[in-house]
């Protein structure tokens, strides 16, 4: 029994030495939650080089961090213009001082200062160009993939790049400023296919990058909601070839940087569950865990959501489909089941107003793709008995880009969606209106509901129960967004009300017809808000400490279905 315990200690000393399995757990330094659905799931915190400051970049700009006061600095860097000057929101290269005069790089490029401050490096999020010497005499590097991150060594001759390519592995390649080679070093990383620091140690000996795994993924795993695919830490020994995981936690673990002697990176907290709000406000009760985005079936027996989570490896490719069934409380009865599966993004369906059929987002792919824009995956509305198979699903679109969650007409006959315009510019949606054949499924007619005058898109829209209205959320700024109430045929339309928000809050009408009830920022936090179809002043329905959106009002009327999430963006770091 002795030999066997050393034997053991032995081995656990090896797992230590090997991983910092045993040693002391990692120190946050500062956490954030911003109050938005998905578009932080990739945002990070870069570290200045004597640990002091932090920048965090988001989707409406960056954020200057104090990390000795813990508090963010407003006034140095006032808006994400100003910081994007000094290398943000991406990473500042210049902390404390200005970006060398002679530097022009193009917006929202990423950018790293070499470690002696005489060289440059940049590249644009989804090009294959590295930019990098000298700040008045950059030189460019056409590389064989998608750059997604870069690291200077010590003496800021050499650069390690990470390299993204469409088969969905990733290759580490060194190139030599100096002299200008180009050298592949490690190939077939299981790396993300976006944002990826590379941090090189003070010696020059380790590099240090986020991964999903130490091995090739089976591509189906990629695709599958339960997969253990979440991004770790791992070290790469530039002599041996060896790999090993340094940070191990359930959670993505990414961006890694090295400053003042300590390892940092960015943690992924994500928390998201349906919950049940009395119709008329009040506390909100769990329903079902790890979902989001509810829709009730019209009978209110069952209550679809959509499952996988936002993990940055396969985003949305393992986003997927289940439903339960709810009683008259809207209490699960039975545990969940899966309702819309396939390769690729699937989002939660909506029941026809017989039941008989589900309609839904998705971009679904024949095979396993290793990419959210993949050749093979598609982008719109899909159509499918609810009681068939999914092999039996009809594509409804064809010319879908970006497409939103469908809703029903009350006669079952037609859907509303948003999708963007593949003629006209990225991120503006605006609402089709679509007729379908309840026999067959097979798509009748097809055009686009009026907006009112300076309304440009919309970020979703609802059928209301008496059939000739649409209730929509138009973006208005990148913070701000209106409800509006726009009839059938596009000839009449009220602007119900202003509302505070930067993502896809959702809303839904009361069985009635009477009232609005969506999701706007309270507090810093999304809550539930109720208003009449008329306007007027709006009711809070909710005081959460976590964000609550997506709101679906049971078909009798009692309970409001949400997504709650709580969504936490952490920097830790560790001694090296």
């Known amino acids: ?29 500062y956490t954030l939650t911003p109050p938005t659905w998905f578009e932080d799931g990739w945002s990070f915190y870069d570290v200045s080089a004597d640990g002091a400051w932090a920048s965090y970049g988001a989707r ?32 500042l290269i210049a902390w404390g001082g200005e970006a060398p005069s002679d530097l022009t790089v193009p917006e929202y490029a990423v950018t790293r200062l070499s470690p002696d401050g005489a060289k440059v490096a940049y590249f644009v999020p989804g090009q294959t160009t590295l930019s990098a010497g000298p700040p008045g005499a950059l030189q460019p590097y056409e590389l064989d993939g998608v750059v997604t991150g870069v690291g200077w060594v010590t003496r800021g001759d050499l650069l390690y790049v990470l390299v993204w390519h469409p088969e969905g592995l990733s290759t580490l390649t060194r190139v030599n400023v100096e002299t200008g080679a180009v050298q592949p070093i490690r190939e077939r990383l299981d790396a993300p296919p976006r944002f990826n620091a590379l941090a090189v140690s003070l010696d020059s000996r380790t590099v240090y990058l986020a991964l ?12 599958r909601p339960e997969a253990d695919r ?47 709000v009395p119709a008329d406000g009040g506390e909100a009760r769990a329903v079902a865990s790890g979902a989001q985005i509810p829709y009730f079936s019209s009978d209110g027996k069952q209550l679809a959501y959509t499952i996988g989570g936002w993990r940055i490896a396969d985003w949305a490719l393992n986003l997927d489909a289940a439903a339960v069934s709810v009683d008259d409380s809207a209490r699960a009865t039975a545990p969940p089941r899966p309702i819309v599966t396939g390769y690729h993004e699937d989002f939660t369906p909506a029941w026809s107003p017989d039941g008989r059929w589900l309609a839904y987002h998705s971009h679904r792919s024949r095979l396993p793709v290793p ?54 510019p990225a991120g503006v949606a605006r609402p089709w ?3 379908v054949d309840t026999a067959t499924g097979r798509l009748v007619d ?22 000739d209205e649409i209730a929509l959320v138009a973006r208005e700024t990148r913070d701000r967004q209106a409800l509006w109430v726009v009839s059938v045929d596009g000839r009449s339309s009220r602007r119900v009300a202003e509302l505070a928000n930067t993502t896809y809050g959702g809303l839904d009408w009361t069985p009635d017809g009477g009232s609005l009830v969506y999701a706007a920022l309270a507090d810093g936090r999304l809550q539930l808000f109720r ?15 976590a964000d609550l959106l997506h709101p679906q009002v049971s078909p009798d009327g009692r309970w409001v279905a949400a997504t709650r999430m709580v969504h936490q963006k952490v920097l830790r770091r560790r001694k090296l």
């Not at 999903?212 to 695709?223: K, M």
């Not at 007409?409 to 859907?415: I, Q, T």
């Not at 009112?452 to 129960?465: I, K, M």
């Not at 208003?531 to 400490?545: E, H, N, P």
């Open 212 to 223: 999903a795994s130490d091995a090739l993924p089976a591509p189906a795993d990629r695709h």
């Open 371 to 424: 990419g959210y824009a993949s050749a093979g995956s598609t982008d719109d509305i899909y159509l499918r008995r609810a009681d068939a198979p999914m092999d039996t699903e009809i594509r409804l679109t064809d010319w879908g880009w970006e497409v939103g969650m469908a809703d029903w007409s009350p006669d079952g006959r037609r859907l509303v969606f948003d999708s963007w315009d593949r003629e006209g």
């Open 531 to 545: 208003v009449a179809r008329t306007g007027g002043a709006a009711i809070q329905l909710t005081r959460d400490r």
């Open 230 to 276: 979440d991004t770790d830490i791992y070290a790469l020994d530039l002599a041996s070839g060896r790999l090993r995981a340094v940070v191990e936690e359930p959670g993505d673990d990414f961006y890694p940087v090295i400053a003042n002697g300590f390892l940092y990176w960015t943690h992924n907290d994500f928390t998201d569950e349906i919950v049940a």
């Open 446 to 467: 097809q055009r686009r509901l009026a907006l009112p005058r300076g309304v440009g898109g919309t970020l979703l829209a609802s059928w209301s129960p008496a059939g």
């Open 60 to 91: 409406f700009g960056a954020r200057l961090i104090d990390l000795k006061s813990g508090r963010e600095d407003t006034t140095r860097y006032a808006s994400p213009g100003a910081l994007r000057a000094a290398g943000g929101p991406a990473g």
């Open 1 to 29: 029994m002795r030999r066997v315990g050393a034997g053991l200690a032995r081995i656990a000393g090896l797992t230590c030495a090997l991983s910092w399995a045993c040693g002391p757990p990692p120190e946050t330094v």
């Open 433 to 435: 209106i679509v007729t």
